[in-house]
């Protein structure tokens, strides 16, 4: 697989595990930097095994099929759901838990130069600011895009909000 495609696969994939499109992903700014992180924590070998479910998953045609794969090659593989896992919390809380050294070994793989098993790491500050469980939350992260003076005295904005008026947010109303 070509770098190229293992990035859309990768891409296309964390869409899949988050929930988010691929255009959201983009935006946080780290999609390379995930991958590369993801690769180099996992290794060669359990990269292959990861992109091949990844793959299964992606080129499938259909929620169903999706699904299939997922539970199948994703959910029930010692090998690749717990990478998965460690990806899930690294786009939601913006931080990377290294699996176990017996992960590693339960594969027959060697635990990469440079990894300490078992260990969890914020990538990046980007990793913090564009975490996911705050968009997912209709928050910002603390000391990170300021919202203004007093935003604290508003309610949060979400989809049953209209209008701004006299600076107060006001609910939608069941209205003839």
């Not at 130069?113 to 603390?142: C, D, I, K």
């Not at 949060?156 to 209209?162: A, E, Q």
């Amino acid at each position: 697989m070509t770098p190229s495609a293992k990035r859309a696969v990768f891409l296309a994939f964390s869409a899949e595990l988050t929930g988010y499109g691929e255009t959201e992903l983009e935006g946080t700014g780290n999609v390379d930097t995930y991958q590369a992180l993801v690769e180099q924590q996992a290794g060669p070998i359990i990269c292959d095994m990861f992109y091949a479910a990844a793959d299964g998953v992606v080129q499938a045609i259909g929620a169903a099929a999706r699904a299939e794969a997922m539970r199948i090659d994703v959910l029930a593989s010692p090998t690749v759901w717990p990478l998965c896992q460690a990806l899930i919390m690294l786009w939601y809380q913006g931080a990377w838990t290294t699996p176990p050294a017996s992960w590693y070994q339960g594969v027959g793989s060697p635990v990469p130069a440079g990894v300490t098993p078992g260990t969890t790491f914020v990538p990046s500050a980007q990793a913090y600011t564009a975490q996911l469980a705050y968009r997912a939350a209709g928050a910002h992260p603390p000391g990170a895009h300021p919202t203004g003076y007093g935003s604290w005295s508003l309610d949060p904005v979400f989809g049953d909000y209209t209008t701004v008026e006299a600076g107060l947010q006001t609910r939608l109303k069941n209205q003839p």
